[in-house]
């Protein structure tokens, strides 16, 4: 069932061409404004942050094609959720037998993976296109493990991503404005995540601070496990940490909608 649900999210996302193409546009056009500055900034500052200037447009890129992927700027498919919860229709949910947190998680995925397909590959080409960027390096194997553990790491960053949007999400059944919320979250989620700029450039006790957050596993550890940042030891504690912060977050989520429900009232009931 889930299956079929998340296949139907992906079929409901694919209808909206319109705003997909002005999704790539824009993507495609900050990916220029920001690859411009890093490369007047790398130029200065050559391997800041222990990137090269290769790597560090890469990385550029890789943040505009996962920036709706991840929905770093927006709730994703919880952003239904999050107005049925506003507006009473959750009660209707609440009464399907089914699982609301596997549900929602189904209908992101099947989001994400239409994002993937449509708002990520096309900005990342014209990047490639218009930039030298730095692919999977090394032996037919290190390239193949390269692959594989990135799109591991993508899989539980959207995991990770999910479990705080829904989080996000359930605050409705609190407040009466969330956007206050959103807010919070895409600020935070931008900046300690390591979008606007790699955790590696902060000064030590802010990027510690970073690290020690479930953000990071969001955007900067796929980013740095498909730059090869990370020893083969050093990938599997990445992509363990991303694991760690899916299975707590999760379990956070399910916490706060056992609460959440109780505040649900249906006819008197």
């Given at each position: 069932m889930y299956t079929a649900v998340c296949v139907r999210s992906f079929r409901r996302y694919a209808?909206?061409?319109?705003?997909?193409?002005?999704?790539?546009?824009?993507?495609?056009?900050?990916g220029f404004i920001i690859s411009y500055t890093y490369l007047a900034l790398w130029q200065v500052r050559p391997h800041l942050g222990g990137y090269d200037l290769s790597s560090a447009l890469t990385y550029v890129w890789i943040g505009q094609g996962l920036?709706?992927?991840?929905?770093?700027?927006?709730?994703?498919?919880?952003?239904?959720?999050?107005?049925?919860?506003?507006?009473?229709?959750?009660a209707v949910d609440l009464y399907r037998p089914v699982d609301q947190?596997?549900?929602?998680?189904?209908?992101?995925?099947?989001?994400?993976?239409?994002?993937?397909?449509?708002?990520a590959a096309i900005p990342m080409l014209v990047g490639a296109l218009a930039f030298h960027l730095r692919v999977?390096?090394?032996?037919g194997w290190a390239v193949a493990a390269c692959w594989s553990a990135s799109a591991l790491a993508l899989v539980l960053a959207l995991v990770v991503g999910y479990a705080i949007r829904y989080l996000v999400a359930l605050t409705a059944f609190w407040l009466l404005?969330?956007?206050?919320?959103?807010?919070?979250?895409?600020?935070?989620?931008?900046f300690f995540g390591g979008f606007f700029l790699p955790v590696t450039l902060f000064p030590p006790v802010l990027e510690a601070i970073a690290r020690a957050l479930p953000f990071v596993a969001v955007f900067q550890v796929p980013a740095d496990v498909f730059l090869?940042?990370?020893?083969?030891?050093?990938?599997?504690?990445?992509?363990?940490?991303?694991?760690?912060?899916?299975?707590?977050?999760?379990?956070?989520?399910?916490?706060?909608?056992?609460?959440?429900?109780?505040?649900?009232?249906?006819?008197?009931?």
């Open positions: 209808t909206y061409r319109a705003a997909t193409g002005a999704r790539v546009i824009t993507n495609t056009v900050f920036l709706s992927v991840a929905a770093l700027n927006d709730l994703g498919a919880l952003t239904d959720l999050q107005t049925r919860i506003s507006n009473g229709d959750v947190q596997a549900w929602w998680l189904a209908c992101d995925l099947g989001r994400a993976g239409y994002q993937l397909v449509a708002n999977p390096q090394g032996s404005d969330v956007r206050g919320v959103q807010l919070v979250y895409f600020l935070a989620c931008s090869q940042r990370y020893d083969a030891a050093g990938t599997l504690a990445a992509l363990g940490l991303q694991l760690v912060w899916a299975v707590v977050l999760l379990g956070i989520g399910r916490l706060v909608q056992g609460r959440a429900v109780l505040k649900v009232v249906v006819q008197g009931g």
